[in-house]
């Protein structure tokens, strides 16, 4: 299986290629991913992480058009990113996108959005929380109905990221 960790950082993921645009990093592959096409063919990997990258990027629908040129037919593309309810989200001044689990709708092409092609299966999604709001139930409320969540919970008890279990 062949896995590529998109921003890896310093926390590559064990085995993958990463890439990232720093050379400070454990990257395998300088590049920066606001630039396209990625220097990788079409079809070329079984597994793409994206842990806390996607919000930094300029272009979240050209990334993920990208993504889908470059991963192989029933690809897993695993997605964690800040929740907009998330101080996460606000803390870091590079960052350029929040995101709730709706977007994922969108990302994965169920929502139509013009001059965006890519179609991805959503295989699961969740909300996740600080430590007290799992402990307290929160959690899972959030995740049994989220949508309910999102209209108007969010900001009572923020989650922390919109995650890929």
């Known amino acids: 299986m062949k896995v590529l960790d998109l921003g890896c950082g310093v926390n590559k993921?064990?085995?993958?290629?990463?890439?990232?645009?720093?050379?400070?990093?454990?990257?395998?592959?300088?590049?920066?991913?606001?630039?396209?096409?990625?220097?990788?063919?079409d079809s070329s990997f079984d597994r793409i992480v994206c842990r806390d990258v996607l919000e930094h990027l300029q272009d979240v629908l050209a990334v993920m058009g990208e993504l889908h040129?470059?991963?192989?037919?029933?690809?897993?593309?695993?997605?964690?990113?800040?929740?907009?309810?998330?101080c996460l989200a606000y803390a870091d001044p590079t960052h350029r996108h929040a995101f709730g689990l709706q977007v994922l709708d969108h990302l994965a092409g169920a929502v139509p959005t013009p001059g965006y092609r890519a179609r991805f299966e959503v295989v699961s999604r969740r909300l996740v929380f600080w430590r007290l709001y799992r402990l307290l139930g929160i959690a899972w409320?959030?995740?049994?109905?989220?949508?309910?969540?999102?209209?108007?919970?969010?900001?009572?008890?923020p989650?922390?990221?919109?995650?890929?279990?």
């Open 141 to 157: 409320l959030a995740n049994r109905f989220p949508l309910l969540y999102e209209k108007h919970f969010a900001f009572w008890f």
């Open 159 to 165: 989650a922390m990221n919109v995650s890929r279990p």
């Open 13 to 41: 993921e064990p085995g993958a290629v990463g890439v990232d645009r720093s050379p400070e990093t454990l990257a395998d592959v300088v590049h920066d991913l606001d630039r396209f096409p990625y220097p990788f063919p």
């Open 69 to 86: 040129r470059i991963a192989r037919p029933g690809a897993l593309i695993e997605v964690r990113a800040p929740h907009y309810s998330s």
